[in-house]
């Protein structure tokens, strides 16, 4: 069994993604990672960050088309073979899988490397077929290990036929588990995506003939979801990292003035003035919010010590991240939980501006309650517990 990542596993190029990524590099030597594919977000940090990086790694990087744009050399290792034995009754003992990393073409891209020194990116299908002649005298096998779209892993199946099989990430989209044309199957070259933020894993099982070919594969996306059991070690880094990059956030937040300004609003835009201003007229709806959840959704982040995580926030308080929504505990408290406003929409002009306000609809649940970040969620049951409206009766004849 081997494990590999396709790249672009890197966190944002700040403070807090540089936590992340430090952490994950940890956790992938714990895990036993042989390969990663190294992607443009790896460079982002700077040229002596990720040398830093890449000592902390156990595991070895390749990458086949980050050139120096002097020479049009890679800057590591284009190519890797691993030796794999194979479990008693295969048809063959052992076989060489040969690793090639490939990230999409940004002709935009260029990273600064040692001595001034430029980092470009080539066209990964003219990579790989430069560079696959070599690596199939050294394997039985190859597997291309991408950072980039799917439609342009698609078009280098087609392009390199030299592939058996394509691995990758580029944003959430996962493919299907099965060969089927056009789409996970292109010649001889299977396909598989498995998205990214490393909520699913990605398997795929390998059944050889006897010339040493893929005879078959078995391929499956697992949701890493609450079902399966914490690693004891992995769990305690990760709590650690959290309250790191949390710690951090709020002395940067807390360094500012709790004077500073608001982010500015046009003067014709409401704004957002919290939940007690409406309770004051909608006493009924008011009391049924505070008995729900969201009147202290503010409150489940400070328990697990994530208040000033701003991936968090968004669906913890009233409209971060907007014009006049929420900034900090010091600058906006009232805007804390997921109040009236956070569905209904900035509440100053309601009631003298007139005309009808605040309509909304059950389906902006989804907007927070995802698959991700809510995997429990089944409106039939939620719903009816924030429920403070009563529904309209049906048309007439319907």
């Known amino acids: 069994m081997l494990f590999v990542d396709a790249g672009d596993w890197s966190g944002d190029p700040n403070p807090q993604g540089a936590m992340q990524t430090r952490a994950l590099i940890e956790a992938m030597n714990v895990l036993g990672y042989e390969i990663a594919n190294v992607g443009q977000r790896e460079l982002a940090p700077g040229w002596e960050v990720f040398q830093e990086r890449a000592k902390q790694a156990r595991f070895e990087l390749v990458s086949a088309n980050l050139v120096w744009q002097d020479s049009g050399e890679p800057i590591l290792a284009p190519t890797t073979v691993r030796k794999v034995t194979l479990r008693n009754g295969a048809r063959v003992k052992e076989v060489r899988i040969g690793f090639i990393g490939l990230c999409q073409n940004n002709p935009a891209f260029q990273a600064q490397g040692p001595g001034g020194r430029r980092i470009v990116t080539l066209d990964p299908a003219a990579a790989a ?60 070259s299977r396909l598989m995506y498995v998205g990214d933020q490393g909520k699913i894993l990605g398997e795929v099982r390998l059944f050889f003939n006897a010339q040493r070919g893929i005879a078959s594969t078995q391929r499956a996306a697992i949701g890493l979801s609450s079902e399966w059991p914490e690693d004891p070690a992995l769990a305690q880094l990760m709590e650690r990292t959290k309250a790191a990059i949390n710690d951090d956030n709020r002395a940067r937040t807390e360094a500012q003035s709790p004077f500073a300004a608001a982010p500015a609003t046009a003067p014709q835009q409401a704004i957002f003035t919290g939940s007690e201003r409406c309770a004051e007229c909608h006493q009924d709806e008011a009391a049924a919010w505070k008995a729900t959840g969201h009147a202290h959704a503010f409150q489940a982040l400070v328990k697990a010590n994530q208040d000033y995580n701003p991936k968090c926030i968004g669906c913890h308080t009233i409209a971060y991240g907007q014009p006049g929504g929420y900034t900090s505990p010091m600058m906006t408290p009232t805007l804390q939980n997921v109040g009236c406003e956070a569905c209904h929409g900035a509440s100053s002009r309601h009631p003298a501006g007139g005309g009808p306000y605040g309509r909304t609809s059950t389906v902006l649940c989804l907007t927070c309650h995802t698959r991700e970040n809510s995997p429990d969620y089944d409106p039939a049951t939620y719903i009816p517990k924030i429920r403070h409206w009563k529904e309209r009766p049906a048309a007439a004849g319907k």
Request: charged letters at 35%.
């Open 129 to 188: 077929e430069k560079l696959l002649p070599g690596l199939r005298k050294k394997a039985d096998i190859v597997v291309a290990l991408v950072s980039m779209d799917l439609d342009l892993a698609r078009a280098l199946a087609r392009r390199v036929k030299d592939i058996d099989l394509v691995l990758g990430g580029g944003g959430p989209i996962q493919t299907r588990p099965d060969d089927f044309p056009e789409d996970t199957q292109f010649g001889r």
